[in-house]
């Protein structure tokens, strides 16, 4: 199992910036596909963005298009989530997941085995 942890989450007034980071415990992005997913208050977790584990194409959900971005350092083992114009919707806590490249893309929470604790994300208008 690898090991995720997130960071980077804080308070931001609307239309600010944030990065999040994903670092995992060891050599792991150039084998897994690599998403964020986020949870806002009563609701159900949803699909953000994600990479691949080799050729570095990235997909978003609508929502977030044109103002995140999904990038990985695999020197650092890390990836991360660069948040701009950030919206009051954007609230949520933030997870980083991993599914194995070789699987079929998917943007189902259920389907990635490895997961961060989180980190809270906070857009005030």
């Known amino acids: 199992q690898v090991q995720l942890v997130e960071s980077g989450g804080g308070l931001v007034q609307a239309g600010g910036s944030l990065r999040l980071s994903c670092a995992a415990s060891r050599r792991t992005f150039d084998s897994y596909r690599t998403a964020w997913f986020r949870q806002p208050p009563g609701k159900e977790r949803d699909f953000v963005a994600d990479i691949s584990g080799t050729t570095d194409i990235t997909n978003y959900a609508d929502s977030v298009k044109g103002r995140f971005t999904i990038s990985r350092d695999n020197a650092k083992n890390t990836v991360y989530l660069q948040m701009n114009s950030l919206k009051p919707e954007d609230t949520a806590v933030y997870y980083c997941?991993?599914?194995?490249?070789?699987?079929?893309?998917?943007?189902?929470?259920?389907?990635?085995?490895?997961w961060g604790q989180g980190t809270q994300v906070t857009v005030s208008s």
């Open positions: 997941a991993t599914r194995p490249k070789f699987l079929r893309p998917s943007r189902a929470p259920a389907d990635f085995g490895s």
